[in-house]
């Protein structure tokens, strides 16, 4: 009797000793099953503004981003975003804003070490801006009338970004990157993207 009493103890004592093994293993989701949200700090950095100098101006903004890897090699995502600091355009009374945009993109990422990965993606963009320009009779301003108005002339536009991730904790990842927002086909002025931030995956 006490050598079946001995069995079953040491099947539960066994049993017991297996479950947190098997929850964590559980738990444990391969990345190609993976979503993740990510919020970026984003500075988009206007370039070629003006028929005749070519000037370059930066604002400020804030990126939400929703993605979904397809396999351990791609990954799709949405995101949307918008400006909080209009970008002052130097030796003229022309300022940009990007009031808002949403974009699609399809992804290349590549794991370089085991908590670190570079990524590439292309997508489209639809972006809501502005160009306010003041005292447009002054003759700093002339090269930028054709600015004034919608921001960019066309809403969409093709977009790309490259950048890296390292994840700092389990699926939390500290985000760097940069690519083109968008071009205006009006005035061939470009906008480009410079983010950094946080990325979860669940």
């Not at 939400?64 to 600091?85: K, P, Q, T, W």
């Not at 927002?181 to 410079?194: E, S, V």
């Amino acid at each position: 009797m006490k050598k079946v009493v001995r069995s079953h103890l040491l099947l539960a004592l066994v049993t017991i000793c297996l479950m947190p093994a098997q929850s964590a293993l559980a738990q444990d989701i391969p990345r190609a099953d993976k979503h993740y949200v990510g919020l970026l700090v984003t500075a988009f950095n206007h370039r070629s503004i003006g028929s005749a100098s070519n000037e370059k101006a930066t604002g400020s903004g804030g990126t939400i981003v929703f993605g979904s890897h397809i396999n351990d090699l791609f990954h799709a995502e949405l995101r949307a975003g918008g400006g909080y600091r209009d970008a002052e355009v130097p030796g003229s009374d022309l300022t940009l804003s990007v009031d808002y945009f949403a974009s699609w993109y399809i992804g290349l990422h590549y794991p370089v070490t085991d908590y670190a990965n570079l990524y590439a993606q292309a997508g489209f963009s639809f972006i809501h801006g502005s160009a306010e320009l003041t005292n447009t009779d002054e003759k700093q301003n002339a090269q930028f009338r054709d600015l004034e108005g919608d921001f960019p002339d066309s809403s969409f536009s093709i977009s790309w970004v490259l950048g890296m991730d390292v994840e700092l904790v389990s699926d939390t990842y500290l985000v760097f990157e940069g690519g083109r927002l968008f071009k205006d086909t009006g005035t061939d002025a470009n906008t480009f993207q410079f983010s950094a931030g946080l990325k979860y995956e669940f």
